[in-house]
């Protein structure tokens, strides 16, 4: 079989479900933010779990997935979000590699818990570079989501034996404390200000996006002496901007390149895919942390990422998922144990 004949099929999908990678750096001198990958953490441990470049492009599920033929034999990763997975019907575990035969159908349903999942294929989704990436940007006109019936190509995969493999990863879907460092405008805030702004608890509001999302919360809005409006200079991801109502805005990485309102601080970017996987009404607090220690945090995550191949265990698989159990030789409860150890079975 060609590589060109490598391809998975949309037989019905999600909303809002696009084709992301690593995203776009360096353009926004020409008004493009980054975009890519709400949660990059998701992307690079697809990569672990399928041995390969965390440049490669996969699915990402803003909340829902959809129902995925595969046309020859393939591999998947599932990251991210958790969602309610199935190969033709058998049950799929989240933060693993699968094998995925020709022409069996992957069912992927709405996210358990936070926002965003990844379908991963062995050798990644191989659709044309725009821009230098593959991945969609719907706030810059880049692309658009994927739809049903349409297929799409998958890379060659040099590792297409490779067993099936679970990655433990921390939770990023439930909040919890989001680590800032000060930005141009943090002193236009004052202290009592900037104290509140810390001894907050807010929660995700429903309006959001890959742009960015609003936080809620209770009391009187956060302002700067002088009022909320600044003049317009170039913004990134992790901002944080106080809008003209008087709350925090945290900006994603479709967000726009400009801005004129004050940002508080800036998130650091290890923290960053909690914000994205804020499902509505998450709580989301902030610490300020010297640049220093911003610095040193975020080596310690780079230094936990490179580390993180070498937590990969061979997935097993639970004997009430084996649908020709009793066809097995099992004697006083011993089996072989390479049985449990591999794929589930092809129908």
């Known amino acids: 079989m060609s590589a060109d004949s490598r391809s998975i099929t949309v037989d019905s999908i999600g909303p809002g479900v696009t084709i992301q990678d690593g995203g776009r750096p360096g353009l926004l001198s020409v008004g493009l933010s980054r975009g890519g990958a709400a949660d990059v953490a998701a992307l690079r441990e697809g990569a672990v779990l399928l041995g390969q470049?965390?440049?490669?492009?996969?699915?990402?599920?803003?909340?829902?997935?959809?129902?995925?033929?595969?046309?020859?034999?393939?591999?998947?990763?599932?990251?991210?979000?958790?969602?309610?997975?199935?190969?033709?019907?058998?049950?799929?575990?989240?933060?693993?590699?699968?094998?995925?035969?020709?022409?069996?159908?992957?069912?992927?349903?709405?996210?358990?818990?936070?926002?965003?999942?990844?379908?991963?294929?062995?050798?990644?989704?191989?659709?044309?570079?725009?821009?230098?990436?593959?991945?969609?940007?719907?706030?810059?006109?880049?692309?658009?989501?994927?739809?049903?019936?349409?297929?799409?190509?998958?890379?060659?995969?040099?590792?297409?034996?490779?067993?099936?493999?679970?990655?433990?990863?921390?939770?990023?879907?439930?909040?919890?404390?989001?680590?800032?460092?000060?930005?141009?405008?943090?002193?236009?805030?004052?202290?009592?200000?900037?104290?509140?702004?810390?001894a907050t608890v807010f929660t995700r509001d429903p309006r959001g996006n890959r742009q960015g999302v609003r936080l809620a919360f209770d009391g009187a809005p956060f302002a700067v002496e002088g009022g909320l409006n600044i003049l317009s200079e170039i913004v990134v991801p992790g901002d944080v901007q106080v809008t003209g109502d008087g709350s925090p805005f945290v900006l994603l990485g479709e967000c726009q390149t400009t801005g004129g309102y004050p940002r508080i601080g800036t998130v650091l970017p290890v923290d960053l895919p909690r914000v994205a996987q804020a499902a509505p009404g998450t709580a989301l607090q902030f610490q300020f942390v010297s640049l220093a220690e911003g610095l040193a945090?975020?080596?310690?995550?780079?230094?936990?990422?490179?580390?993180?191949?070498?937590?990969l265990a061979r997935l097993i698989r639970d004997p009430h998922d084996i649908r020709d159990l009793l066809s097995y030789q099992l004697i006083g409860g011993v089996t072989a144990g390479h049985e449990l150890n591999e794929e589930p079975p092809k129908p």
């Open 53 to 198: 470049s965390a440049d490669l492009a996969a699915l990402e599920l803003a909340g829902m997935g959809g129902k995925f033929r595969a046309s020859c034999d393939l591999r998947l990763a599932l990251t991210g979000a958790p969602m309610v997975a199935t190969l033709e019907g058998q049950p799929l575990r989240w933060n693993a590699a699968h094998h995925w035969p020709a022409g069996t159908q992957l069912s992927i349903g709405a996210a358990r818990t936070g926002v965003y999942g990844y379908l991963h294929l062995g050798g990644g989704l191989d659709t044309p570079l725009v821009l230098g990436a593959r991945s969609a940007h719907l706030a810059g006109g880049v692309g658009r989501p994927v739809a049903a019936g349409d297929t799409l190509p998958v890379g060659p995969d040099p590792n297409l034996s490779a067993p099936a493999q679970y990655l433990p990863v921390p939770d990023r879907c439930s909040g919890g404390v989001l680590r800032i460092v000060a930005s141009a405008q943090t002193d236009l805030f004052t202290q009592a200000e900037r104290a509140r702004f810390t």
């Open 297 to 311: 945090i975020t080596r310690a995550a780079d230094a936990a990422t490179a580390r993180l191949s070498g937590q």
